[in-house]
């Protein structure tokens, strides 16, 4: 059986992060790991606080991992502190850690600051060079990039930026975009527009988690990049569609909906 890693904050309400990760991992036959980065007290209406994890216990949650059942990817989330994203880089470095999807989380959903800006440089200069995807959202890119990303034109630019500073294909998420929900992936050839369809529902609570936790899904099975991607992003698109409607706010998806 394959293996993926999920490395990333938990949510008690069971929509993002670590739990999230786990059902989509599963949902795909596969079998999850998980190290966890941070406890946050949240749910479908916010995250309310957010108690980061020591970073050598993350390091040593990694070591155990790698030395006993070496994942054939690794999909990083939420990690909180510049001291966490410095023990993650360096263990990942040092087991050569194959096919790591880094999803990057800045900020919630509901507007909460989840990595400060010392962490988010450390992020591009230590963690990013490790990646084989990196698939930011376009208010992640604006921050990443130093510039507004509103249109396809400025998705390029910053794609091409990214790229080139890490050396990682870019998944530039166009889920913000004011026409159409296209995304675009970078992977230093050029630019390969995916259609998306804006799915119209409030509960896309862990959608960013899910995306990238198929997509690492798919490369450790042993997919293509553009494969995992788009098969990744029909998963996420049956997962809204299916409805499930659970909490006051912006709820979760139906992660199992293939199962039901």
């Known amino acids: ?8 904050g938990s949510d008690p309400s069971g929509g993002a992060g670590i739990q999230a990760d786990i059902k989509t991992i599963a949902a795909h036959r596969l079998y999850a790991m998980s190290v966890i980065t941070a406890l946050t007290v949240q749910n479908t209406q916010g995250v309310f606080a957010v108690e980061a994890v020591s970073p050598e216990l993350v390091a040593r949650q990694i070591d155990c991992v790698f030395t006993d059942i070496r994942p054939d990817a690794v999909k990083v989330g939420m990690l909180g502190r510049e001291e966490i994203v410095l023990a993650v880089a360096e263990r990942l470095a040092f087991y050569q850690a194959q096919r ?10 509901s507007g909460r600051r989840l ?13 990013f060079p490790l990646a084989y995807l990196i698939t930011p ?17 400025d998705m390029e630019r910053a794609a091409r930026q990214l790229f080139e500073e890490s050396g990682a ?42 995306l990238s936790s198929a997509i690492a899904c798919g490369l450790a099975q042993g997919r ?29 998806l139906n992660h199992l909906y293939t199962s039901a």
Request: aromatic residues 4%; contains cysteine; neutral net charge.
């Open 100 to 109: 790591v999807v880094i999803d990057p989380v800045m900020v919630s959903t």
């Open 224 to 252: 293509g990049l553009a494969e995992s991607v788009q098969l990744a992003k029909a998963y996420l698109t049956g997962a809204l569609k299916a409805g499930l409607d659970l909490g006051r706010g912006n709820g979760p």
């Open 137 to 153: 959202n376009l208010p992640e890119a604006e921050e990443l990039c130093g510039f507004p990303v509103r249109e396809k034109s």
């Open 169 to 210: 294909a870019v998944l530039l998420k166009g889920g913000h975009l004011d026409a159409g929900a296209d995304d675009l992936l970078w992977d230093g050839t050029g630019a390969d527009w995916l259609k998306g369809e804006r799915v119209r529902s409030a509960n896309t609570h862990g959608t960013g988690c899910t």
């Open 1 to 8: 059986m394959k293996t993926v890693l999920s490395i990333a």
């Open 115 to 127: 990595l400060d800006e010392r962490a988010v440089l450390l992020l591009r200069k230590r963690l």
